[in-house]
């Protein structure tokens, strides 16, 4: 079966998992059959899609048209074989105990259709054991979304043991076509990738605790502030529930042995029934305010111990070929947020001083959970668990974006963070500003076109989860404003065209990145705006200055005053987009332009821009650059090139000399 050929999605579980899925699929076209054991259930299920999708119509994110349409392709139904009988997929998602999904799937082989997959949502339990209960255990394998499906990006596609590779494509295909990221997990792993590396992380976070060298506020702090993880570990829990990580947790005791033995907080905790935000009261008291995290009480000890449990887990999945650092990281990036991945995070640690940490917890505590990897020391010795990779094309090596070189001398930078949307952290503009440097100095690149990753955003502005780190100090945020407009004044003055394309959102400082482009390129489906003053801010990346230069100081005041997001057109109207294509046209034209840019006079074009960065405040200042520019203009090989060429009615071919 291919993807085209999926009709009909059955969703069995009406729930908030099963509501979600069913939405998803809606949205992108199927006709999907709810289905829970009582009509009461599933109705509840689809009163929550007819309520979401009226929010992503409200939020002018989906039309009023395709919310109804989509609500149209849902069918609520009691009745399991009606539910299944017309079914090409079925993504059961039914609550997480083994025993009610294994009836689930008996019943499911009963009526289902020969050529329907079978797909589980569970986030923890065996694929290859529930898949064992059907007759078609090759056409079986996890499909596990992550709350609430709607927004989150992640899809695991998990292979059971007796899964065939073209059911994974089938149903990754399928994730892609509901607009999601699948990662595949190869293979049937408590946990499998993101509950692997956060159900243990928040073991040990209970664990030392309990130890008394550390308290809730010290270790929340550590992770959230110092690590810039989105939440504080003992917060998250909170956030999810205590109950759910707990049976995660001693699922994964049962099956991989005492390392993931429980802290005996958190059993202490599920007795008591102070499961978290969903209770009142978990680890914070929910009547009470809730997690009030100090941003300073972290300490390096505890990032450092955090971080050495999360790097022996990544180990253990990479060494029993459960998925590669890369996969690894993308899970739990998209899965769970974290600005980079553990993988990367571990690299950066470093994996000796992390492994050596590992070794002095077991000698001083006899623990199973410190007895480290045989491949964490591997990775080690090997440089890290991305060992010697090199950048893209063996030139560039960056985390946060890519260089890539198309053709036409054209360096391509991709802002590459859709994960988070592309947003702007520290580490990204010091990458960005280096990779500006080299490609000016790189004989190959004429012109750069400056893109984001993905399909829902060029950059949604400033990563303010990654530079929390800070905790409001106005020094350090004075430093940070600081070396985005340094970043952003090279873009500008970079002696080459710059052409940024601009597809989804370009808000905030991604969009005082694309105002340092010397052209904009939009898709008719992108939104502009500076919405800073609704958080109490202005524009720090150089918006307040640039940006009326481009669009006129009434206009600037327009975008930044009102914090509104404005549409593509509308920023052309403005004189900020040059123009704007359908989103079909995109790629093409970014690149036909760019190329353009780049087959243009490069000594010209340096002069040119030199001089108008000039003249911007002080017009005299800018005359006497252009004057003095357009005298060494004239004693180029490239002015002869040009006139010859035009002459002869024909195409110059510069090189800049």
Not at 72 to 98: G, L
Not at 131 to 156: A, D, I, K, W, Y
Not at 234 to 263: K, T
Not at 567 to 590: I, K, L, Q, W
């Amino acid at each position: 079966m291919e993807v085209e050929d999926i009709n009909t999605i059955a969703v069995l579980g009406a729930g908030n998992m099963g509501h979600g899925i069913a939405e998803v699929a809606a949205l992108a076209g199927y006709e999907v059959n709810l289905r829970d054991i009582e009509e009461e259930f599933v109705q509840n299920g689809y009163d929550q899609i007819e309520w979401s999708l009226g929010k992503l119509a409200e939020k002018d994110q989906i039309s009023e048209e395709e919310a109804d349409a989509a609500l149209d392709r849902v069918t609520p139904i009691v009745d399991f074989e009606e539910a299944v009988e017309d079914a090409d997929f079925v993504v059961e998602a039914v609550p997480e105990k083994m025993e009610i999904k294994k009836d689930v799937y008996g019943e499911l082989e009963e009526y289902a259709p020969d050529r329907a997959v079978f797909a589980t949502n569970t986030s923890s339990l065996s694929v290859t054991e529930l898949s064992e209960v059907t007759e078609r255990p090759e056409r079986f394998c996890g499909m596990h979304f992550f709350n609430p499906p709607v927004r989150m990006q992640l899809v695991e596609v998990i292979s059971g043991a007796h899964t065939d590779d073209a059911t994974l494509d089938l149903t990754e295909d399928l994730a892609e076509e509901m607009g999601k990221t699948p990662v595949r997990v190869r293979k049937d792993s408590p946990g499998f990738i993101v509950n692997r590396i956060l159900v243990p992380l928040m073991n040990e976070a209970a664990w030392m605790v309990e130890s008394g060298d550390y308290t809730v506020a010290e270790v929340d702090s550590s992770t959230k502030f110092d690590m810039g993880l989105p939440m504080g570990s003992f917060e998250l829990a909170d956030q999810v529930g205590i109950d759910v990580g707990y049976h995660v947790l001693d699922y994964m005791n049962d099956v991989l042995g005492e390392a993931y033995e429980p802290c005996p907080l958190l059993v202490e905790k599920v007795e008591e029934e102070k499961l978290g935000k969903k209770t009142g009261e978990g680890f914070y008291d929910y009547d009470d305010g809730g997690a009030d995290i100090p941003t300073d009480a972290g300490s390096e000890d505890a990032v450092t111990r955090l971080q050495a449990v999360m790097a022996n887990e990544v180990a253990k999945l990479v060494e029993n070929d459960v998925a590669d650092p890369d996969a690894i990281d993308d899970a739990v990036m998209l899965g769970a947020g974290f600005p980079e991945g553990p993988a990367k995070m571990a690299d950066d640690a470093g994996l000796d001083a992390l492994a050596d940490t590992l070794d002095r917890l077991h000698e001083d505590t006899g623990a199973a959970r410190y007895e480290s990897s045989d491949y964490l020391r591997e990775a080690a010795d090997a440089g890290g668990f991305y060992g010697g990779d090199e950048g893209d094309d063996g030139e560039y090596d960056y985390d946060t974006i890519r260089i890539e070189k198309p053709g036409e001398m054209v360096g391509k930078v991709v802002l590459d963070r859709p994960h988070r949307m592309n947003t702007v952290s520290e580490e990204l503009l010091d990458e960005l500003g280096d990779a500006v440097e080299a490609l000016s100095e790189d004989d190959d690149v004429r012109a750069l076109l400056l893109v984001g990753e993905g399909d829902k955003a060029f950059s949604a502005g400033a990563d303010v989860q990654s530079m929390a780190g800070g905790g409001g100090d106005p020094l350090q945020a004075v430093e940070l404003s600081k070396k985005g407009q340094e970043t952003f004044g090279k873009l500008e003055a970079c002696p080459m065209p710059v052409l940024a394309a601009i597809d989804g959102y370009c808000l905030g400082g991604g969009m005082e990145m694309a105002t340092c482009a010397d052209m904009r390129l939009a898709t008719e489906r992108s939104e502009m705006g500076q919405p800073e003053h609704d958080l109490g801010l202005l524009p720090g990346w150089g918006g307040t200055q640039r940006l009326k230069h481009i669009v006129g100081e009434g206009r600037a005041k327009e975008i930044i005053f009102t914090a509104d997001r404005f549409d593509a057109e509308t920023m052309e109207e403005f004189g900020f987009v040059n123009e704007v294509v359908e989103v079909s046209e995109f790629e093409d034209r970014a690149f036909e332009l760019a190329a353009d840019l780049a087959a243009g006079p490069p000594i010209a074009q340096k002069y040119t821009k030199r001089a108008m960065l000039a003249g911007r405040d002080d017009t005299d200042a800018g005359l006497e650059v252009e004057s003095q520019a357009f005298g060494h203009l004239m004693n180029t090989d490239d002015l002869m090139e040009g006139i010859t060429a035009f002459m002869g009615d024909g195409e110059p071919e510069f090189e800049g000399k």
